[in-house]
């Protein structure tokens, strides 16, 4: 109850101040909302090679992507905490041409912008393992008032980009929306992925960071957070036996959520390197051997470099009850999947990889996402551009 009063007091306030500023005149001008931003980074990017076209960027406060490279570029934060940047914000939602979301936001709901406004879902996943949006199994609790507000949000979508027909799928039965809302120019993002100068780059800088992957395999490990777990030891994996068994051969890089990683204490600072502070996920996979995941999104762009993969899912019974599954979890993920730490262990030292999978895998789920998504998009829905070619 006290939540759903909060929310509709923070729609309210948002909804007096949108619809003062739409009065004011529409301007050619795109607006960015960030909570993840990789997406959003490499679109606006490609956006800046065609032109002049203002840019605004809102980033909330989970956002940790740095935009401010570019002078050009407005950023504001998105958070009611900063009242000036955040009726800045309204300001430019109410008055922008193209509207850019990377998440679900509930603003959405009451933002009732012109007839010409695009809005655009760039999402934060290339695929989907757990379900979501309007089939995610936590919403049954919700209320009436609650399940008509989500509904409203999604309508708001004019596109949403997609990587693969199978992701498509997905998104009109999350967000209750028809195929002629999905655009399928790539998740721009995954242009990293065939950028060698990029790479280059990037996989020098984290040579200098951690000299220690020239020397050993790298298996990164990035669980999903779990709501109920506040510290490593609940994540189910025995670091003693890794580092006895693993040690000569393999480094442990962990991506752990800040919730964990707080309270963790490294105990084979040798062999185990917190990565979390690396925010470009992406960045990590390009020096990471093995995987080992879960029930995260991370997989799908992986596959891409066609390297092995762990599922090390410890709690896949009581999380496929909780949180749903699109399709049988072990027959969907591209590699072994185990329960505990000797498992683990044993696939890693027999080399019990699935790597005609992977590469199905990623021919599944990457399908329109061939090097050149930011360009595939930018040119989908600013006409102009490719007229200006």
């Given at each position: 109850?006290?939540?759903?009063?909060?929310?509709?007091?923070?729609?309210?306030?948002?909804?007096?101040?949108?619809?003062?500023?739409?009065?004011?005149?529409?301007?050619?001008?795109?607006?960015?909302?960030?909570?993840?931003?990789?997406?959003?980074?490499?679109?606006?990017?490609?956006?800046?090679?065609?032109?002049?076209?203002?840019?605004?960027?809102?980033?909330?406060?989970?956002?940790?992507?740095?935009?401010?490279?570019?002078?050009?570029?407005?950023?504001?934060?998105?958070?009611?905490?900063?009242?000036?940047?955040?009726?800045?914000?309204?300001?430019?939602?109410?008055?922008?041409?193209?509207?850019?979301?990377?998440?679900?936001?509930?603003?959405?709901?009451?933002?009732?912008?012109?007839?010409?406004?695009?809005?655009?879902?760039?999402?934060?996943?290339?695929?989907?393992?757990?379900?979501?949006?309007?089939?995610?199994?936590?919403?049954?609790?919700?209320?009436?008032?609650?399940?008509?507000?989500?509904?409203?949000?999604?309508?708001?979508?004019?596109?949403?980009?997609?990587?693969?027909?199978?992701?498509?799928?997905?998104?009109?039965?999350?967000?209750?929306?028809?195929?002629?809302?999905?655009?399928?120019?790539?998740?721009?993002?995954?242009?990293?992925?065939?950028?060698?100068?990029?790479?280059?780059?990037?996989?020098?800088?984290?040579?200098?960071?951690?000299?220690?992957?020239?020397?050993?395999?790298?298996?990164?490990?990035?669980?999903?957070?779990?709501?109920?777990?506040?510290?490593?030891?609940?994540?189910?994996?025995?670091?003693?036996?890794?580092?006895?068994?693993?040690?000569?051969?393999?480094?442990?890089?962990?991506?752990?959520?800040?919730?964990?990683?707080?309270?963790?204490?490294?105990?084979?600072?040798?062999?185990?390197?917190d990565v979390s502070s690396i925010q470009d996920v992406n960045h990590?996979?390009?020096?990471?051997?093995?995987?080992?995941?879960?029930?995260?999104?991370?997989?799908?762009?992986?596959?891409?470099?066609?390297?092995?993969?762990?599922?090390?899912?410890?709690?896949?019974?009581e999380y496929s009850r909780t949180r749903g599954f699109w399709e049988?979890?072990?027959?969907?993920?591209?590699?072994?999947?185990?329960?505990?730490?000797?498992?683990?262990?044993?696939?890693?030292?027999?080399?019990?990889?699935?790597?005609?999978?992977?590469?199905?895998?990623?021919?599944?789920?990457?399908?329109?996402?061939?090097?050149?998504?930011?360009?595939?998009?930018?040119?989908?829905?600013?006409?102009?551009?490719?007229?200006?070619?």
């Amino acid at each position: 109850m006290v939540r759903e009063i909060s929310i509709s007091l923070y729609l309210f306030v948002f909804s007096i101040f949108f619809h003062i500023f739409k009065l004011y005149p529409q301007k050619q001008k795109s607006t960015f909302v960030a909570s993840f931003g990789d997406n959003v980074l490499f679109t606006l990017k490609e956006l800046e090679k065609h032109g002049d076209e203002q840019v605004i960027i809102l980033k909330t406060a989970q956002c940790k992507v740095d935009f401010t490279d570019q002078p050009h570029r407005i950023v504001l934060q998105f958070e009611p905490s900063r009242p000036f940047d955040w009726l800045r914000s309204i300001y430019h939602l109410a008055t922008s041409s193209h509207i850019f979301v990377d998440n679900y936001f509930g603003f959405l709901a009451v933002a009732e912008f012109r007839e010409d406004v695009q809005c655009t879902q760039l999402w934060h996943a290339a695929g989907a393992i757990k379900q979501f949006g309007l089939r995610d199994p936590s919403i049954q609790n919700r209320s009436a008032r609650a399940l008509k507000r989500f509904q409203q949000v999604y309508d708001r979508f004019t596109h949403v980009v997609v990587g693969s027909d199978k992701m498509a799928h997905i998104f009109q039965q999350s967000f209750g929306l028809d195929d002629q809302h999905m655009l399928r120019t790539g998740i721009p993002r995954t242009d990293f992925f065939f950028d060698d100068a990029a790479q280059q780059i990037v996989t020098s800088q984290l040579t200098e960071q951690y000299p220690v992957i020239q020397e050993k395999k790298v298996i990164l490990y990035a669980p999903t957070f779990r709501d109920q777990e506040l510290h490593v030891a609940k994540l189910a994996l025995d670091f003693e036996k890794l580092y006895k068994c693993l040690k000569d051969d393999y480094v442990l890089f962990l991506r752990l959520h800040p919730a964990v990683r707080d309270s963790w204490d490294n105990p084979y600072p040798d062999f185990i390197y917190d990565v979390s502070s690396i925010q470009d996920v992406n960045h990590l996979l390009i020096v990471t051997d093995i995987l080992v995941s879960d029930y995260s999104s991370i997989p799908f762009e992986f596959a891409l470099l066609e390297r092995p993969m762990i599922f090390f899912a410890y709690d896949l019974a009581e999380y496929s009850r909780t949180r749903g599954f699109w399709e049988d979890y072990e027959n969907m993920v591209p590699g072994p999947v185990v329960h505990t730490t000797d498992a683990l262990i044993h696939v890693l030292k027999n080399g019990e990889f699935h790597l005609n999978d992977v590469r199905q895998f990623a021919k599944t789920w990457n399908e329109y996402s061939t090097g050149n998504s930011s360009e595939n998009l930018v040119k989908a829905l600013y006409k102009r551009v490719e007229r200006s070619k």
